[in-house]
């Protein structure tokens, strides 16, 4: 794999990790520095990244990067040390990013939640507008506001999640996307997703 990407130190968002890293060459990982000081789990994961030589890279908000022949630009992220075991602040250290490729945009929010969006909206304004939008925290209603919709503008939101007892995906989350007749897919309904740069139909199990 060229390029990995750990949003932010949650077990949700690292776990399928280790086995990358175990099985799977990795030249770039891109990481916040953020330390989880409620585990140190993700202290070891971090550590196998540096004993196997990978290439850690800590982006900034405003960062451009070329993978292949997408385009990269980062929105949010955590790049100097800082730890916390409170869930909310874990979540708005997530790497925010958009990657264009093929004239089609995707923009990946990790569990960043309505704060990380309003920054985001004050700093990058329209270059927050995407085609697809990767649903932040899994479609919680502490993500996904409506000015953040508004400046995302997606034709097609993904939601990853599976069965919780929390509640996600939201209904007033979903119902800010329906209302805005943004097409849903949802992985504890639909399945797998993938999507295809340039495709009429965007889902595919």
């Not at 700093?123 to 400046?151: C, E, I, N, R, W």
Request: proline share 4%; with cysteine.
């Amino acid at each position: 794999l060229d390029n990995v990407e750990l949003t932010h130190p949650h077990a949700d968002h690292y776990s399928g990790l280790k086995y990358v890293f175990a099985n799977i060459p990795v030249t770039n990982f891109y990481d916040t520095k953020m330390d989880n000081t409620g585990t140190s789990a993700d202290e070891a994961l971090r550590a196998t990244a540096s004993q196997k030589g990978f290439n850690v890279i800590y982006p900034r908000a405003g960062d451009a990067f070329s993978w292949g022949n997408a385009a990269v630009k980062v929105f949010n992220s955590c790049p100097e040390p800082v730890s916390s075991g409170d869930g909310n602040v874990i979540n708005d250290c997530s790497i925010t990013l958009k990657v264009t490729y093929q004239n089609t945009s995707m923009l990946f929010t990790g569990d960043a939640e309505a704060d990380v969006e309003a920054t985001m909206i004050s700093k990058f304004g329209t270059d927050l507008k995407s085609d697809v939008l990767k649903v932040g925290h899994h479609g919680s209603a502490y993500s996904s506001s409506q000015p953040f919709l508004d400046a995302v503008q997606p034709k097609a939101a993904y939601i990853e999640v599976g069965h919780n007892n929390y509640g996600h995906p939201t209904p007033s989350t979903l119902n800010r996307l329906n209302a805005m007749g943004i097409k849903v897919y949802r992985t504890d309904q639909d399945g797998t997703q993938e999507y295809s740069s340039g495709s009429d139909e965007k889902a595919e199990d």
